[in-house]
């Protein structure tokens, strides 16, 4: 059968309670009955006036105040930071990281590459402007590029065809080729006019350029 399961019963209203009072009770300065809670700030008891928790303390009304530069926060935006409360402009300007295209701060997602954060909408090709759709991007600089304009602008390109090389490459002579583009250009004229005959004549036509450069071995004196 189904074994159904319960739960918020009695006992665990009764913690529930519990555990609310002794947050309460946390600020209570035992020493004047009269306080309201304990300043968090100023470590003064607040037994007259307003009181404000926020937290998970008391604060007095004028405690309640940036840490950096001590502007009232009242019941305005805030930012909590290693357990103090910031002003958004001081927490913008000394906690937050910053985009890596526009410098501005970074307050909810991001993106984490080439050792910085982005926004989200940032994060794309230097060049060209566009997103990275597949995710993948090319790195130069400490900039990220898309694929085409990364090997338009920046791949190494090929002696023989002048295109760019964005994978495998020969390195020699003084250049980088692809690997199809180093080819002896002896052969490769032939094999280009050879093209044009059929299979048989082409047959032969490869078979006499072969033999036409390949070394001549020395003969062998026999005694």
Known sequence: GINAEYGGGMGDDLDSMLSSLGDQMGGVDADDPASRGKCFKCKQSVTTGEVLQAMGRH???SCWACENCGTPIGTGDFYEQEGMPHCAKCYKASFCPRCGHCDQPI????????GKKWHPEHFICSQCLSGFADGQFFERDGRPFCKNCFASVHAPRCAKCDGAIDGPCVNAIGNQYHPDCFVCDFVA???????SL???????ALHT???????????VARP
Request: charge should be positive; include cysteine.
């Open 59 to 61: 604060w007095h009304p």
């Open 107 to 114: 307050l909810d997602r991001c993106v984490s590459a080439l």
């Open 189 to 195: 004229a032939r094999l280009l006019a050879a093209r």
């Open 198 to 204: 059929n299979r048989a004549e082409s047959r032969s």
């Open 209 to 219: 350029i072969i033999n036409r450069r390949a070394p001549r071995a020395a003969p």
